[in-house]
């Protein structure tokens, strides 16, 4: 069975700080992982994705995540928060048929001026 | 360019209403097509998918019911609504590569 796990359903940092949101997924094969973005009252805007290419994985408005197999973990990463950040940020798994998607339970990103 | 319209964008139903969202895709052909719901405070529940006109595909026993009636066209319905049916209904669709795409949302409040 496929399940993601988000630790953290609320993160808050500064502007400027680190951002570090972790996602755990357990597979029986090797997944296709995800993340997306959501801002309120609208639909899921996809940042970037991993399908078995480089485990370094940059998408857009300036995150990154990293695909770790032996750890399990796909954390999504931004060096330098903005304001405009502030949204939930939802991991996701799915398989090689691509039938369907497993999403974690979300992290509400929260910057602080 | 692929595009994904949900309408109506809001809804405010009487419970025991029937419910009707529909779901229209444009510019790609034979997609997979899906349905999620968003209850308040809580992550992403997929009710259904599809593959093909026809096909339809149940992810949890519920109060709904959907169908694919033409191959860009995917509609979320019920006969009659329930509390529990409130929340944020968001349909997605895929095509050659793995990553989900997602329309805008509804926003169903039943009363």
């Known amino acids: 069975a496929q399940s993601v796990t988000q630790l953290g359903s609320h993160v808050s940092v500064s502007e400027g700080a680190l951002v570090l949101l972790r996602c755990n997924y357990s597979?029986?094969?090797?997944?296709?992982l995800f993340w997306y973005v959501q801002y309120p009252n609208q639909g899921l805007q996809l940042l970037l994705k991993?399908?078995?290419?480089?485990?370094l994985v940059k998408g857009i408005n300036g995150f990154e995540a990293e695909f770790k197999k032996s750890e399990t973990s796909f954390h999504l990463t931004k060096p330098s928060a903005h304001m405009s950040d502030a949204a939930e940020y939802f991991c996701?798994?799915?398989?090689?048929?691509?039938?369907?998607?497993?999403f974690g339970s979300g992290t509400k990103l929260n910057v602080k001026p | 360019s692929q595009t994904i319209h949900q309408w109506p964008a809001t809804l405010v139903q009487p419970v025991g209403s029937p419910l009707s969202l529909e779901c229209t895709v444009e510019?790609?052909?034979?997609?997979?097509l899906y349905w999620y719901r968003q209850a308040a405070g809580r992550g992403l529940q997929l009710l259904f998918y599809?593959?093909?006109?026809?096909?339809i595909s149940s992810e949890v026993p519920q109060n709904l019911s959907a169908s694919r009636p033409q191959d860009r066209q995917f509609i979320l319905s019920s006969k009659k609504l329930l509390l529990s049916d409130s929340g944020f209904y968001l349909c997605?669709?895929?095509?050659?590569?793995?990553?989900?795409?997602f329309g805008p949302g509804t926003r169903l409040t039943v009363l």
């Open positions: 599809s593959v093909g006109i026809g096909q």
């Open positions: 996701a798994v799915s398989l090689y048929n691509f039938n369907k998607f497993y």
């Open positions: 510019g790609t052909s034979n997609p997979n």
């Open positions: 997605a669709w895929t095509e050659m590569g793995p990553e989900q795409f």
């Open positions: 991993y399908t078995s290419a480089a485990t």
């Open positions: 597979s029986s094969v090797p997944p296709y």
